[in-house]
């Protein structure tokens, strides 16, 4: 599935690096305000989640390389991509994004779709079984 208004290897990075749309919202989120310190309680009320969730996607992002983490209790987030190369296609995503927002938005939850028809098929009785 390749879309002409997202170049190859956005869409390679998109499917490899990318879990979800809240996951991109909050890492383009923290790039644009990228002095700020963020903590889960700040993420879920600027992208109306639970802090739970909110959670989750900055530690996943941390693990992911894209946010420092400061210590302190909460853990406080801040936008800081490991190299520049990543840094360079978290920009171009952010471009790409803004003038597709569906196209990407598509991309990822069919890369979602994919997974789970994947893991229900896997329950599937076969006859041979």
């Not at 390749?2 to 990318?18: A, H, K, M, N, V």
């Not at 989640?49 to 987030?77: I, N, W």
């Not at 994947?118 to 041979?128: L, M, P, S, V």
């Amino acid at each position: 599935m390749t879309r002409p208004q997202i170049p190859e290897d956005i869409i390679r990075f998109i499917l490899l690096s990318i879990p979800s749309v809240p996951h991109l919202e909050a890492m383009l989120l923290l790039r644009r305000e990228h002095s700020v310190q963020w903590d889960s309680k700040r993420v879920a009320q600027r992208l109306y989640m639970s802090e739970k969730a909110a959670h989750g996607l900055l530690t996943d992002l941390h693990a992911a390389g894209f946010l420092a983490q400061e210590d302190g209790e909460p853990p406080l987030y801040r936008y800081h991509p490991g190299t520049e190369g990543i840094r360079e296609m978290i920009d171009r995503l952010a471009d790409v994004y803004a003038k597709n927002l569906i196209d990407v938005s598509n991309l990822i939850h069919s890369k979602n779709s994919k997974k789970a028809q994947q893991f229900a098929d896997a329950f599937i009785w076969r006859k041979d079984s």
